[in-house]
């Protein structure tokens, strides 16, 4: 019997020239429903990223080769309905110019929310990760509210970071479009934003602040009853590497040291806590459990 090595290097290349010549069609519709303790959770797939695998920063020799050239990630968001309340978790990308000029791979959650039967109306609390232009974007899309009655629950901190007067013209020069770019979105939005400070208990879901990727990054957990849930946003950035060796850095990451710090501390409280993980750049729809593997880790995708 043949049998045909397809390693991950040959299979992340297939995929990088399969989208190369398939131009700029989205992925699938990825929208899953899952019954986790006593809730239920729907998470929804925005789209993927291509990135180069130079931006996991630090990565040995070994980790890169099985990385491949380009890096297919997930760009996942979930929402769980509580009673009256139906919480969105992060907003996707959306379809700015920023964004569609850049990407165009990504903008699928107003689409997978329809496939679910969620009306975007519906939606009362958009509770953001980071204010990154990939989870924080979608809160706009077609140049308007895309939840025109939901409050959107930022860390202060975050927030004041990305929205301070001048930024758009001292930034980095490499960061000043995407600046400008949420300096727009922050603008559209700040009636409905309700800042938090510090640990945040928005009713079954709260906001515990995780800084490093960024000033403010948040993650979320969710109470489920039997079980909880731990959002993780940019804690982590691939299936894989992050897991198995969480020394590895992510060129985004704002202060890498605290993000390092960050990203072992809480893979550790999922591995020993029995928490269940949804981590937005895995791939959709992101679920799964965090093992302990020597001094690192694995993650699980839910079966
Ligand atoms: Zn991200």
Known sequence: MTHLPLTRRGFLGSLAAVSATA??????????????????????????FDFPAQLWVGASDEEKAKLGEHVTIGANAYVYRRGERVFLIDAGAG???????????????????????????????????????????????????????????????????????????????????MVVSLQETAGMIEDAVVLQNGEADLGGVMMQPAFGHTPGHNVMMIDLGSERLLVLGDTV???????????????????????????????????????????????????????????????????
């Open 23 to 48: 131009g700029l069609s989205l992925p699938l519709q990825a929208a899953e429903t899952f019954s986790l303790g006593d809730g239920q959770i729907f998470a929804l797939s925005d789209g993927t």
């Open 237 to 303: 950035v691939s299936d894989h590497i992050h897991f198995e060796n969480p020394s590895v850095g992510w060129a985004l990451d704002a202060d890498p040291a605290a993000a390092q710090a960050t990203r072992r501390r809480l893979l550790d409280m999922a591995a020993t806590d029995g928490l269940i993980v949804a981590a937005n750049h895995v791939t959709a729809p992101g679920l799964g459990h965090v093992e302990r593997a020597g001094d690192a880790y694995r993650f699980v995708p839910l079966g």
């Open 95 to 177: 379809n700015s110019s920023f964004i569609t000029s850049r990407f165009q791979s990504v903008g699928r959650v107003p689409a997978e929310l329809a496939m679910l039967g969620i009306a975007r109306e519906d939606i009362t609390d958009v509770v953001i990760t980071h204010m990154h232009p990939d989870h924080v974007g979608g809160v706009i899309f077609d140049g308007e509210r895309t939840f025109p009655n939901a409050k959107i629950h930022i860390n202060a901190k975050e927030w004041e970071f990305w929205t301070r007067n001048g930024f758009a013209t001292d930034a980095p020069e490499g960061m000043r479009d």
